[in-house]
Every structure is written in structure tokens, then in C-alpha cells.
């Protein structure tokens, strides 16, 4: 049996394509930047072919022989310090320093993002480890779309679907930030979505953040607006139907007020765009607060309860009425959200009975 080095898929020997992908061998990408097909690392992961290249790292498919599982390997390779040299990793001259800072910086976040392996909105982080004068992160794989290549199929959507993958984005970001770092590379491509049509955070970038500029030493939460912007940008492509919204097109459809963006959630992308003129959002739970905080919810709860004395005892029994009625609720609501998670079982990625609700939030925001 023969492995191929592409869909890491066992096939029969003898074929010159994979039977299984059609891969031959014949990567057109620049291939001297790459790892060779079939390195090992650690003595259990096996290379294979290249998913993604960013300025400061790669990403290739790869065997985990051990636990024989496939697995994404993301080798730190930032352009600005490093090149490849008949497969070694060479610093460039006068940069040692600042690489060994940002090398350091990259293996130390990766590790904190282990710390989310229980999260099941965010790829889990396997392990990271130093080897031929770099690092690697090992993460999940799935074989599932990207939200990028899932939406430009179809970008058509109602607007509430938009708000609740909004959510969804949030409430994983959340997650990242309060570990004390960012995501730094958010985009419709860095989430998988689901069968369940959940969205999985990946694609980490903060250390491509700080390989921008020589701001090696600032700490992380300076970094939050960008992540922030990202998702900005994310949720006006959504809700414009347009995969891949530059963010002048975006400022230029706010700017215009035509009514495509509900009141609430266009102050709030012009906040996180940092828009002349709005008052800036530079953080998610910022962010979070100004989309979804229910303020309509919170009036609803003090009607009734300014009436004048002459009905005091009145309105205390229907105080009591209410909180009953609240309470029953709540217990129901409880029950089925139970009920619920017992019939769909653990499958992955599963939608929550939660969540179902923000299918109606678009009309509040």
C-alpha cells in the first residue's frame, strides 16, 4: 500500500495518479519555499503537500503515523527573517535576534491556544515543537469547506443567517482573546463551516501580525481592533452578498446609509472599521455589546413597574405572577434545550438549541 502525499489517503501501488485525488506529484507553486513531500517531523508526522502560504508561516497537509490521523503541520517560515536552503532553514544575516524573538513569540502562542482543545467552535492545537531551526504547530484537519469557499458558492443569504454566522464568528474570537491574544488573520477563509452550518475558527495568525512592522515587543491586546476589523469586514461581506468586499467598498456602502445594515450593526461596523466620524470599537467584547446587547429586551422588564401606589398590592401580585411565569419558562426552556442536545447526540459541531434564537435578533439589532 502507498500513501499519497496529497489527500493522505492509503491506495493500491502501481498507480501513477493518485486513485483517490488524481494527484501526480505536480505542485506548480513555488516549491523552493517548500518542505520536501515526505519529510518527517518529530518521527511521526509526515509532510505533505502545501495548503496555504502567508508571509510568516506555511501550511501542509500532513500524516500524524502515531495516532494515523491527518493533520494540518504549520512550519513558521516568516519571509522577512528566513529562507530555504536545500531544505534548512536559513536566518537571514543581522535579523538572528529579532528572529529568535519572533520564534519564540510563535511557539509560546501556539501553546496558549492548546489551552482550547475543549472548544468545538475553534480547530484544535495538537502540539507545537522546535526542529531544523523553526517551529511547528500541529492542528486539526477537516475536510470540510472554508466559509470563503462555501459562501462564494452561493452568497445569497437572509440576513439573519448573516447575524447568527456573526454570533458564531464572535463567540469563538471571544474565546482567543481571552486567553490574552489575538487571531490576527480573520476572514471568511480562516473558518470551516459544518454540516451543521457551525462555524470552526482557524488559520491563527498573530505572529503574522507582528511580522508587519517592528512591533515585536508590544504586547498582544494591542493587536484586539484588528481582529475586530476583520470581522467588520466579514459580516458587511455577508450581509452585501459580496465574497470578497474590499474595505472601501464597505466604508462606501456605510457611508451611504441606504438601509442594507440594520441601525445597531451599522454603527457598529463603522466602529470597527474606525470610520471618520464613529466612535471606535477596538475590542470584540466591544463589539459583541454593541451588535448584540438586547436593550429593547431590558425595557420590556421595567413596563408595569411604575404604577402608582394606590395599586401597590396589586402590582406586587403580579410581580409574583411573573417571576412564576419566567421561572416556568426558563424550566421549559431548559427541558428542550436537554431534549434537544439528546436526540442530536455528539455529532461534530453541532448546532445549539441556543443559537436557533438569533434567526429572530435581526429584526432587534
Known sequence: MKRCLNCMEEHEEGFISCPICGYNGGDTRNTSLLLKEGTILQGRYIVGTCQ?????????IGWDALFE?????????????VERKKQEVAVNPGLEQEYAEALERFVIYQRKLIQLYKEEDIAEIYSCFKENKTAY???????????????????ERAPEEAVAFLYQACRALKKVHHLGVIHGDVRLDNFWITGTRQLVLKGFGEHCYYQKGSALEEPAEDGTWLDVYGVALMTGSLLSAKPDMEPEE????LEKNNGLFPRRLEAALKG??????????????????????????????TIGEKESDDHGSRREGRGRCGLAVK????????AIIL???????????????????LY??????
Not at 250 to 253: Q, V
Not at 274 to 298: C, H, K, N
Open 250 to 253: 464597505l466604508e462606501a456602502c
Open 272 to 301: 470597527g472599521l474606525g470610520m471618520e466620524g464613529s466612535e471606535p470599537i477596538d475590542t470584540l467584547d466591544e463589539f459583541y455589546q454593541a451588535v448584540f446587547a438586547d436593550e429593547e429586551t431590558r425595557k420590556q422588564e
Open 52 to 60: 496555504d502560504i502567508r508571509a510568516c508561516d506555511i501550511t501542509y
Open 69 to 81: 490521523r491527518k493533520v494540518l503541520i504549520q512550519e513558521f517560515f516568516p519571509e522577512r527573517y
Open 137 to 155: 504547530a500541529i492542528s486539526q484537519y477537516s475536510a470540510a469547506a472554508t466559509f470563503g469557499e462555501w459562501f462564494r458558492r452561493e452568497p
Open 360 to 365: 429572530g435578533l435581526y429584526e432587534g439589532i
Open 327 to 334: 421561572i416556568g419558562l426558563l424550566l421549559t426552556f431548559l
Open 339 to 357: 431534549v434537544f442536545s439528546a436526540v442530536r447526540g455528539m455529532s461534530d459541531k453541532e448546532v445549539s438549541a441556543g443559537e436557533e434564537t
